[in-house]
């Protein structure tokens, strides 16, 4: 065969693919379509009859050179990428996504703004023991040029027997301790019929991991003009992540801070594991700040500052961490907290890498 008549051969080849081009784009318009009806009647996108279907029309009607299986798992491929089509089209459409709002949300906490550009910090117990603990703590942030606090009253502990927080009484004792230094606070309700009685202490209301899909509460907070600071579940991945702050938003609620703060893997070396890609990625996927809690990811004093250094190169907004006056005798997570001593340190290390990779 001459080169000519490849030549000509080569052309078919490229009009017939162009063709197909064409054809292809078409079909993925009406996919589209389809997925927007779909969605309006709230059913699946994903139709094994309707997949069958073609098989079985490709099995009567194949007349080669191509086998029918092969010809089978070209459509199958068309079949995924179609439903990835009508996903990401659907992901478009949620509030929290960057395709809806390209521009960042700002979390305004009474004057304090996270989402700006500014990185922050927040510190503080990891459960709120009494007045005393919580209030020389709050000295200590303050002395440190930070605006906010956290602390535990209502701990969701996996045995039992553990310390479970001292409920609205903790609330009142954080409170009252931070308005001595005119902090901010941050504490985690886990109740919806406690979140109306809660805001009368909190800044910010925490969703936490464990929470992280209690729908209702979820609801309940999205009614409300508090911001909103919610963690990562144990277990979860970043789409429902995502699926869990845009059930906030759909209330009203578009103050929404998301906190990576670990998840559950193999490793044993760790608390958790910390997705630190999570970060780029939630604010390459949504609008909203995100937030790196470097205690519970870990679970260890020794990597609070690398941790806090990775999570700042990446580009949070937030990062969070835990002091108390004295680790050792801590009712909960002893092992994670900074005494008064290693928090300045801490402080003094991880000051010169604020703002330096934005």
Same mark, same amino acid.
């Given at each position: 065969? =001459?080169?000519?008549?490849?030549? *000509?051969l ?15 784009n078409?079909?993925?318009? #009406? ?32 007349? /080669?050179?191509?086998?029918?299986t ?8 068309i079949?995924? *990428? ?5 996903? $990401?089209d ?20 009474? /004057?304090?703004?996270?989402?700006? @550009? ?17 209030? &020389? ?19 969701? %502990? ?12 903790g ?12 902090l901010?606070?941050i504490?985690?309700?886990m109740?919806? =019929? ?13 969703? /936490? ?6 729908? $209702? ?15 990562? /579940? ?22 929404? #801070?998301?906190?990576?703060? @670990? ?7 760790? %608390? ?6 999570? *970060? ?6 949504? !609008? ?23 999570a ?11 002091? !108390? ?10 092992? &994670? ?12 290390? #991880? ?8």
């Open positions: 065969m =001459s080169e000519s008549q490849l030549d *000509v080569r052309g078919k080849i490229d009009k017939i693919d162009e063709e197909l081009l064409i054809l292809l078409k079909r993925a318009k #009406i996919v589209e379509s389809i997925g927007k009806v779909k969605e309006t009647q709230s059913t699946k996108r994903y139709d094994p009859v309707r997949e069958r279907q073609l098989f079985d029309r490709i099995a009567q009607n194949n007349e /080669g050179p191509f086998s029918t092969a010809l089978q798992q070209i459509f199958k491929q079949f995924q *990428v179609s439903l990835e089509l009508q996903k $990401d659907n992901r478009s459409a949620l509030l929290v996504s960057r395709k809806k709002k390209p521009e960042d949300t700002i979390v305004n906490i009474n /004057g304090i703004k996270v989402g700006d @550009g500014k990185q922050q910090f927040v510190m503080g117990p990891c459960a709120v023991e009494s007045y005393d603990q919580v209030y &020389q703590v709050a000295e200590q942030v303050k002395k440190h040029g930070i605006g906010l606090i956290r602390g535990g009253a209502f701990k969701p %502990r996996t045995s039992p027997y553990d310390f479970q927080g001292l409920g609205f009484e609330l009142e004792i954080l409170r009252n301790a931070a308005d001595a230094f005119d901010k606070v504490s985690e309700i109740t919806p =019929s406690d979140v109306e009685k809660a805001l009368d202490y909190v800044d910010v209301i925490q969703v /936490g991991a464990r929470n992280m899909q209690n729908f $209702d509460l979820l609801k309940e907070v999205g009614k409300t003009n508090k911001p909103v600071l919610l963690k990562r /579940g144990l277990a979860a991945t970043i789409e429902e992540f995502i699926y869990a702050a845009e059930y906030i938003m759909s209330k009203g609620n578009d103050q929404i #801070i998301l906190c990576e703060r @670990g998840i559950r893997t193999y490793e044993k070396a760790t %608390r958790n594991t910390l997705d630190i890609t999570s *970060v780029p990625i939630l604010k390459k996927e949504t !609008h909203l700040p995100v937030a790196v809690d470097v205690v519970h990811s870990t679970g260890r004093r020794d990597l609070l500052l690398p941790a806090a250094k990775a700042l190169a990446i580009g949070a907004d937030l990062v969070m961490a835990e002091v !108390h006056p004295d680790p050792a005798v801590a009712l909960s997570d002893s092992a &994670q907290q900074m005494n008064f001593e290693q928090f300045d340190s801490f402080m003094k290390a #991880i000051n010169p890498c604020v703002n330096v990779f934005n």
